[in-house]
């Protein structure tokens, strides 16, 4: 399978900007898709972007023009650029890989959190 682990979380203004890294380690069957997703208490962990290996793309409304998603599939590492964040984006943000089969489920890394102070 697939090691996760999530860097980069902080601190920041509104307004400010954070850079999420993701590191894979393992079988890169299971990271064919990669995304970033995110949870605050209380809710249901969602989908902020994902990318699959050969670059394709999907964002969130609440992501689209402020993030980023990009990978290195050289080096196993996957990137999430936050721009112009605001406080609703104060959250434990994970990492998630998976495969093009159904039947495997996501790998999740250990989430590093991110605040928006207003």
């Known amino acids: 399978q697939v090691q996760l682990v999530e860097s980069g979380g902080g601190l920041v203004q509104a307004g400010g900007s954070l850079r999420l890294s993701c590191t894979a380690t393992?079988?890169?069957?299971?990271?064919?898709?990669m995304g970033w997703h995110r949870q605050t208490p209380g809710k249901q962990r969602e989908l902020v972007a994902m990318i699959f290996n050969d670059g394709t793309t999907t964002y969130a409304d609440s992501a689209k023009g402020r993030f980023i998603i990009s990978r290195d599939n050289a080096k196993d590492l996957m990137y999430l650029q936050m721009n112009s964040l605001k406080p609703e984006d104060t959250a434990v943000y994970y990492c998630?890989?998976?495969?093009?089969?159904?039947?495997?489920?996501?790998?999740w890394g250990q989430g590093t959190r991110v605040t928006v102070s207003s």
């Open positions: 393992g079988n890169p069957f299971y990271t064919v898709i």
């Open positions: 998630m890989a998976r495969s093009l089969a159904t039947s495997d489920s996501p790998i």
